[in-house]
Antibody
Framework: EEQLVESGGGLVQPGGSLRLSCAAS????????MNWVRQAPGKGLEWISY????????SYADSVKGRFTIYRDNAKNSLYLQMNSMRVEDTAVYYC??????????WGQGTLVTVSS | DIQMTQSPSSLSASVGDRVTITCRAS??????LHWYQQRPGKAPKLLIY???TLQSGVPPRFSGSGSGTDFTLTISSLQPEDLATYYC?????????FGQGTRVEIK
């Protein structure tokens, strides 16, 4: 079964850092572009970052540009999101999602990040 | 950025009803439009891609149509398990943007 599993979420203070991981099983992540999407409590979906299969192209939403870094380790079949200078408004469930041919599929189950003092 | 606007924001319908959700893009996106279902407490799941192609395993009561700026998701006969929020998303240009979601409730 093709699956993505996120980890690394938790409670962090404003200004702090956190690294999220997304591990793939049942398929090779190296062949596909990947994305991070987040969902604040009770809100809709917000795309925040993209990385191409070779890591040659990366992009970020304005809301996280300069603070978050997306990267991947194809040998470990994993995707990462390094989050620095975190803000209260970064509180959300963070999903990784595969972009195999155009839409996002599959998605991980999500990991909750809470930024609070 | 391309803005995606869904309507209605929420709806309540009975089992067996036909339900229609619309999604409008702020500029033409051809058929680069996808629909996702998010059940309560779960991750989003791809329902329809490229405006009208049903993802494998999705029940045929779901259908999509449209091109350009106006798109529709239809549930032909609402079932209890369709309780969810539905999102449209464009992949015509970056950044990929989502509609604000339509919550479907069962009467």
């Amino acid at each position: 079964e093709e699956q993505l599993v996120e980890s690394g979420g938790g409670l962090v203070q404003p200004g702090g850092s956190l690294r999220l991981s997304c591990a793939a099983s049942g398929f090779a992540l190296r062949s596909y572009s990947m994305n991070w999407v987040r969902q604040a409590p009770g809100k809709g979906l917000e795309w925040i970052s993209y990385i191409s299969s070779s890591s040659g192209i990366k992009s970020y939403a304005d809301s996280v540009k300069g603070r978050f870094t997306i990267y991947r380790d194809n040998a470990k079949n994993s995707l990462y999101l390094q989050m620095n200078s975190m803000r209260v408004e970064d509180t959300a469930v963070y999903y990784c999602a595969t972009e195999r041919f155009d839409p996002f599929d599959p998605w991980g189950q999500g990991t909750l990040v809470t930024v609070s003092s | 950025d391309i803005q995606m606007t869904q309507s209605p924001s929420s709806l309540s319908a009975s089992v067996g009803d036909r339900v229609t959700i619309t999604c409008r893009a702020s500029q033409s996106i051809s058929s680069y439009l996808h629909w996702y279902q998010q059940r309560p407490g779960k991750a989003p799941k791809l329902l329809i891609y490229s405006a009208s192609t049903l993802q494998s395993g999705v029940p045929p009561r779901f259908s999509g149509s449209g091109s350009g700026t106006d798109f529709t998701l239809t549930i032909s006969s609402l079932q209890p398990e369709d309780l969810a929020t539905y999102y449209c998303q464009q992949s015509f240009s970056s950044p990929r943007t989502f509609g604000q979601g339509t919550r479907v409730e069962i009467k």
